[in-house]
């Protein structure tokens, strides 16, 4: 089946006859001999332009190969086709008595795959570690056509070059993941989550601290917004409210610790809260009573991203940095800006990611002039990572730069010359373009 579709060709990959692989690899066998470009397709979430077609790509949408393989229930280990949609892969796990090591807001649409090939970050980094870290195997078609399977489910396996860790976060500029392998942890009893709220920057960041180091074994999740990020979802996304009385306070953290065992977890976390509300890093603070408001209070942090589409443009970066310098980059861009736009921040505190995000009513060349190259200098200046989670895409490839250097992206793109001599494969995206055709 394939129909034309904006810019480029549109094929899904189809299910019903066993494997799907054997499509996806005749397609790019077929493509490479004819030098026609294509571009690997998830859930189309990404944040960075990655996915879409510049000119006249071949898209291959990996929607239809959405099924689980296996599941082993001593181990923990899941392996499935990359389309599968990730809630449906937590949903799954949840019903066997197991977690999915990953979960993010743009869950009800992006896909496995589309997770592996941006190493995607989100909500539980704190707690399970990155994908580098879960999956164990994947199995990837080359541009070629060739089939690659390195679906291994073995948790240690030193020989060789781990092969898949150069497709984990290759936003599908090396290879098309067609299966994923990957590590479960098994479900714990015991999930409290806590919405705090900080007079200043300063706290937000000794209150990290202090749980890294009282709540260690059962943290997992520390996020955080600024009060600017918490109006903007009041104002945009109908049925939220504010869990706390109203009142100014500057920022708030969403603090969840799962365990095993229930009273125990709970007088931890409470004794926690008690201690940092004395000490002053807390100024007020809600614990979730049941998994209803456990949900009202991640839609408000989930909710940012939707809710800066609606309020019109939005320049976004996705920023890691000194977990102390984080915030002084909003603070500097508010000052640059003054009242043309609005300036927020949120994001990942536990993993050192924010997301600085700036809104204005429509684009605008004079602000975007403003923003950048300051906020990749700063980064740079900082040694920061100018895309902590979200990958390069079409809309980064060219800021690569500001964090790696010449010799490691010249490498970069021997690695892609090598595996992909044609250049068909997401042309455009991920290294500069001056450099991926060199
Ligand atoms: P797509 O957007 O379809 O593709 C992303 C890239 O991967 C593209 O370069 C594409 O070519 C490539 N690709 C897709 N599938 C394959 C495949 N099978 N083989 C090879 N290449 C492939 N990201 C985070 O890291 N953390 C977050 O917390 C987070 N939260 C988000 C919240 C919202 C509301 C939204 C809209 C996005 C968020 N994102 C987040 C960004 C995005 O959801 C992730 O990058 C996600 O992993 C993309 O998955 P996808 O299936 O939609 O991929
Ligand atoms: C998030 O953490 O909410 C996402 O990465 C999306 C975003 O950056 O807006
Ligand atoms: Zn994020």
Known sequence: MSFRM????????????????????RVLKYCNS??????????????VGGSVPVFDEVIINMASMKNVVSFDKVSGILVCEAGCILENLISF??????????????????QIGGN???????LRLVRYGSLHGNVLGIEVVLANGDVLDMLGTLRKDNTGYDLKHLFIGSEGSLGIITKVSILTPPKLSSVNLAFLACKDYSSCQKLLLEAKRRLGEVLSAF?????????????????VRNPLPPSMHNFYALIETTGSDESYD????????LRSMEGGLISDGVLAQDINQASSFWRIREGVAEALMKAGAVYKYDLSLPVEKMYNLVEEMRIRLGDSSKVIGYGHLGDGNLHLNISTPQYDDMILAQIEP??????????????????????????IFYSKSRESVQLMASIKKLMDPNGILNPYKVLPHSLSYS
């Not at 920061?384 to 060219?398: P, Q, T, Y």
């Open 93 to 110: 796990l949840d019903n066997q008595g197991f977690v999915m090591p990953l979960d993010l807001g743009a869950k009800g649409s992006c």
């Open 6 to 25: 904006r810019t480029g060709f549109f094929l899904q990959t189809r299910t019903g006859c066993g494997s799907t692989t054997g499509p996806v690899s």
């Open 223 to 239: 996020e955080f917004l600024d009060n600017q990020s918490l109006d903007l979802v009041l104002n945009h996304l109908e049925g």
């Open 34 to 47: 004819r030098s026609l470009a294509v571009v690997p397709q998830g859930g189309n979430t990404g944040l």
């Open 116 to 122: 592996v090939s941006t190493n995607a970050g989100g």
């Open 266 to 273: 709970k007088e931890k976390l409470e004794a926690f809260l």
């Open 374 to 399: 300051f906020v990749y200098e700063w980064t740079s200046k900082h040694r920061g990572s100018i895309s902590a989670e979200h990958g390069l895409g079409l809309m980064k490839a060219n800021k």
